[in-house]
């Protein structure tokens, strides 16, 4: 593989990531606009809601089988047109079997594209030798802000949801397109690990050994999904702040991911993953000890503000700690792993609901604060180092890639 190739596909898959940043925040964003629009009752909305990440499960699985048989890219290539098709379904719908059809769709889609994203951006990584998946997230989470920016506006101008997707649609669906063209599957020593040595079971895959892994992601999706369903209700219920105000939280919390996600790599690169972990880890668990001692709405603020950059760094480097693992089984490793993104998801938002009624959502803050504590317990699994060669082992030529 050239060195303009590795080039070529980083920045081809760094688009993919903030392609389906957008197409996603449109989709959560707009929930209230999709509830009225087809009628949807409040005790409905959470079936439809579950549905996706379920279904987002079953197509992670899927695509473990069928990377068996075609590459990553190729699923890739076509999963995400599919996935900006059904947020235009979505937007185009008028009954209610539309919208249950169109979700269903983005549901599987979207767990196909994640995990066959991730796959490319953990081969690629292998290829260069060095920490650059944080980069491939922040490219997501700049997607997100430009998304949930578009869906405020499609809000605020009492836009339809159609006429809020389709523009976004028609830009993003030949731009994905065309990108898929570069699309690269870096080529590593499959089946040994960086220093040369074997890789556990000789590559095999073994649950056992990814369970970790799979923990780590799960924690830090119920942290994530806090922060994003319950931050606005618990700065303006708890902590009393204007419904103006409550808004501000989540927005921060996407941004400073964005910038925590930006110099991520640079920290993996210097410090390594495992110290680069232990302290997102320990901020984020800080940043949710804020939160529930806050006093007034500033202090939460803050609080949900050390959360976004502590949380930024566990997805990406969770995703690479699986492909070093399992180097010549990484495709099915991450495809396995990608499955828990969507338990946290599930679990986060009821855990943390139902202790807030039956108790107080002060004290439920303190769940994901201890969760994200244990990846403490688990960090070993971030290593070896991506960029560590020991053995007198030279770095392969292409570590020094742009």
């Known amino acids: 593989m050239t060195d303009a190739g590795l080039r070529h596909g980083r920045a081809s898959l760094g688009l993919s990531f903030g392609v389906q940043g957008v197409a996603f925040a449109l989709l959560v964003t707009r929930i209230p606009a999709i509830q009225d629009q087809y009628g949807i009752s409040d005790g409905l909305l959470p079936v439809f809601l579950a549905a996706v990440p379920i ?23 076509w999963a995400q047109p599919l996935v ?5 379904g979505v937007g185009a719908g008028r009954e209610m079997w539309h919208v249950a059809v169109a979700l269903g769709v983005f549901g599987l889609a979207v767990g196909a594209l994640d995990a066959s994203m991730n796959m490319l951006g953990v081969s690629l990584q292998r290829a260069y030798a060095r920490s650059i998946m944080t980069g491939f997230h922040a490219a997501y989470s700049l997607g997100g ?6 869906a405020w506006a499609g809000a605020r101008w009492e ?8 523009p976004v649609v028609a830009v993003l669906l030949p731009v994905a397109l065309i990108g898929s ?26 649950f056992k050994l990814l369970l970790p892994l799979c923990l780590i992601m799960t924690f830090a999706y119920i942290g994530d999904s806090t922060v994003s369903n319950w931050s606005a209700k618990y700065l303006q219920d708890v902590l009393g702040s204007s419904e103006q105000l409550a808004t501000v939280p989540y927005n921060v919390y996407m941004v400073t991911t964005l910038l925590g996600r930006a110099v991520g790599d640079l920290g993996v690169r210097r410090f390594g993953a495992v110290a680069v972990v232990r302290g997102g880890s320990l901020l984020a668990a800080g940043g949710f000890a804020v939160v529930a001692v806050a006093p007034g ?6 609080g949900f503000t050390m959360l976004g950059f502590g949380l930024c760094v566990i997805v990406p480097q969770t995703f690479a700690a699986a492909g070093r693992m399992f180097p010549g089984n990484s495709d099915a ?7 828990f993104n969507y338990v946290g998801f599930l679990v986060g938002s009821p855990l943390v609901g139902a202790l807030g009624d039956a108790w107080s959502y002060r004290g439920a ?32 030529r292409t570590a020094d890639v742009g």
């Open 55 to 77: 279904l987002a499960g079953v197509g992670s699985v899927a695509t473990e089988k069928v990377v068996a048989r075609v590459r990553p890219s190729v699923v890739l290539r």
């Open 84 to 88: 900006l098709l059904a947020l235009l």
């Open 145 to 150: 802000i430009a998304g949930a920016s578009l």
């Open 159 to 166: 836009l339809s949801l159609l006429a809020s997707y389709l």
């Open 181 to 206: 063209r570069w699309y690269t599957e870096g080529k590593g020593a499959e089946g040994k690990r960086p220093d040369g040595t074997e890789a556990g079971a000789g590559g095999a895959l073994s």
């Open 297 to 302: 709405a500033w202090v939460g603020m803050l």
């Open 333 to 339: 490793a991450v495809a396995r792993l990608n499955i």
């Open 365 to 396: 803050m303190l769940v994901p604060m201890v969760l994200v504590l244990a990846t403490l317990v688990y960090a070993r699994a971030f290593g070896p180092e991506p960029a560590r060669y020991g053995g007198g082992h030279e770095r392969p």
